[in-house]
């Protein structure tokens, strides 16, 4: 299959190009570099890069005609910047209508959408079922959540993932990256009081083999383990893994206003509809992730939350 990605220099985009090359896919990026990485990608005839922005509609539509692709994963978003509203809406809400409108245009027969979590706000309810109420209260989230909203409209074949923490190779997001890169450096760390769920990349793999499927459901799905589990027991995990011993236990503070104290996703209906159900357990999934960082390293590591009050 021809499949177009946007935002493939990614962390979830390039995994992706890992997976389905040796498929025998061909595959399109589109990416702007703004948090991927062109190394990221193989050299390779069987994946093409342009490098530019979803935003800029001539090149959006120049993609899709001259490579007509039968799936698209829409991976491209912008959240590194949390004041930087203009550019989290241009991309996350215009780059997508681009994406979107191109797809209708050329027939595209799947297209598949990455969600935050961060939809749900401040959820009234956790583990967080899929027909639970959207509340963003972030630029992040409320930038994706317009953006989901345009592919429900578009009466494309859609499937739009609201996805946990994933977890796996090129991970630069979140406590795991952080806490490796600090205990390394012998840094001091701390941990906010909050619950999430994290996904082993080999799931999330898993459910993406039969999402692209040709007569695979569509609609919005929760993609999780539904376990959750503290940044604390995140911290245990690392610092087992490193071997370090602490003279003081690590902190433990209350989340920032920005944050939400518990995010767990319920994927019941997403394992119904698909057959499917996360297997690795937590633990695993982060010492995997280690692996990787002891091999490759840790670059720059981005967040979605404003920075919290310097801290040692
Ligand atoms: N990784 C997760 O656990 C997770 C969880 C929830 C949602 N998501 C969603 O999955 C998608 C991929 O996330 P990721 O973790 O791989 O993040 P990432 O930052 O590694 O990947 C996003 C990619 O989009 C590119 N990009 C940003 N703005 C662009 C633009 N205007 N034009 C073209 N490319 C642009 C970036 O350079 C980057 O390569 C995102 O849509 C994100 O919202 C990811």
Redesign the pocket.
Known sequence: MRILI??????????LVDRLVPAGHEILV????????RE?LPSIPAVRLVE????DQGLVDRCFDEFSPERVI???????DPNDWQ?DA???VL?TINVVAAAQRTGVRRFV?????LCYGRPKQVPIPVEHPTAPFTS?GIS?TAGEQYLAMSGLPYVSL??????GP?????PIPTFYKRLKASQKCFCSDTVRDF?DLSDFFALMDRVLADDAPTGIYNVSTGEGHTIKEVFDVVADYLGVELAEPVPVVPPGADDVPAVVLDASVTERTFGWKAEVPFAESVRRTLQWYDQYGVGAI?SHLAPPPTRG
Request: glycine share 14%; hydrophobic share 40%.
């Open positions: 946007t935002g493939g220099a990614g962390c979830l985009g390039a995994n589109i990416d702007n570099f703004a948090t991927g990485h990221a530019g922005s979803i935003v829409h991976s491209a978003a912008a959240y590194k550019e241009a991309t996350n780059g959408n990455f969600q935050t979590a992040y994706k609201r996805l946990a923490n994933v977890t090129r991970l630069a997001i979140g996904l981005f």
